[in-house]
């Protein structure tokens, strides 16, 4: 089956608790038409770069799923209904990175960043 990456944005206003809900919910709709969620994430509440429905703020989840694409179809249809869920992202990759994502990473295990090139 296809390997896929989702993350996904919902309100500010909610619980941590609630947060994660939403997570749990959206694995069950994946299992339930045929996939499975490999690994799942909640990365807390982060700013974002705009407003996106008059919210600063919002709670940021990522799932690594595999997955037939109807199913993939049905969760991004649940969720774009879904009054709680602001945006939404899904990428097909070719494999899944091993260990925690970017976001999960403490900084000094990112790797250092390259040098700036001195102005003239």
């Known amino acids: 089956m296809p390997l896929y990456e989702h993350v996904f944005i919902s309100r500010q206003d909610l619980s ?3 947060a994660e809900g939403l ?4 694995s069950t709709v994946l299992s339930d038409n045929g996939g499975k969620v490999v690994e799942s994430e909640y990365w807390g509440v982060k700013t974002m770069a705009y407003k996106i429905n008059k919210n600063r703020k919002g709670h940021y989840a990522f799932l690594k799923t595999d997955a037939p694409s109807a199913a993939v179809q049905e969760m991004e249809r649940l969720m774009g209904l879904h009054d709680d869920v ?28 390259r040098e700036r ?4």
């Open 16 to 18: 941590n608790a609630q």
């Open 117 to 120: 090139r001195p102005r003239d």
């Open 23 to 26: 997570v749990e919910h959206f």
């Open 86 to 113: 602001m945006r939404v992202l899904t990428i097909r990759v070719d494999e899944h990175a091993e260990g925690p994502s970017v976001q999960m990473q403490k900084r000094d295990e990112r790797g250092e960043r």
